[in-house]
């Protein structure tokens, strides 16, 4: 019986995982975006039209693992980290709705330890995060491993709320809820 018991615990204890180390993401919202680009004094307009790339969609960056000089390993991101896209549609601005803008938009995917964001699909219609750049293309899309940057089955009222956000400089109660949905 003790035998049985032992080889019970045994396998129990095989059956536990190792520790698993995981990226945890909170749930993504343009909400909760646009309160933290604006407290900590990031310049941010919400693209509300298409996004595309000409020819194939990048591959994104990828992890490797290399040794340092101490002795313990590193991670490396390798492989395009930025790519050049078309955006098309219009942009809300703290000054209001801008129409029908063209626009070439740097597209960086970055990486947290060994999780990489990846460059986006062709769009139609989403809500893009872009940041002003002082860079030959005025605007950059950073896509990290979280999602967030990109909604992209955006609700008329989603829209709305944004532009109440952007109006008022600051995204209420109300608007929070629309996104956390």
């Not at 919202?29 to 509300?48: N, P, Q, T």
């Not at 040794?67 to 050049?84: H, K, L, M, S, Y």
Request: aromatic share 4%.
């Amino acid at each position: 019986m003790k035998r049985l018991r032992t080889l019970a615990l045994g396998l129990a204890a095989l059956a536990i995982p190792a520790q698993a180390v995981a990226l945890s993401c909170a749930q993504p919202s343009m909400a909760r975006l646009f309160d933290w680009a604006r407290e900590s004094g990031e310049a941010m307009v919400i693209g509300h039209g298409g996004l595309s790339h000409d020819g194939p969609r990048p591959a994104g960056p990828k992890v490797t693992y290399e040794q340092d000089e101490t002795g313990g390993t590193r991670i490396v991101a390798t492989g395009p980290t930025t790519a050049t896209y078309r955006f098309e549609g219009d942009l809300l601005t703290p000054e209001g709705r801008l129409e029908k803008q063209s626009l070439t938009v740097t597209v960086e995917a970055i990486c947290l330890a060994s999780w990489c964001g990846g460059f986006p699909a062709d769009l139609n219609d989403a809500l893009i995060a872009l940041a002003p750049t002082d860079d030959e293309e005025p605007y950059k899309l950073t896509v990290g491993p979280c999602p967030g940057e990109i909604d992209m089955v955006p609700s008329a009222a989603k829209v709305e709320a944004l532009e109440r956000c952007m109006a008022a400089d600051n995204c209420g109660p109300t608007e929070h809820k629309m996104f956390d949905n």
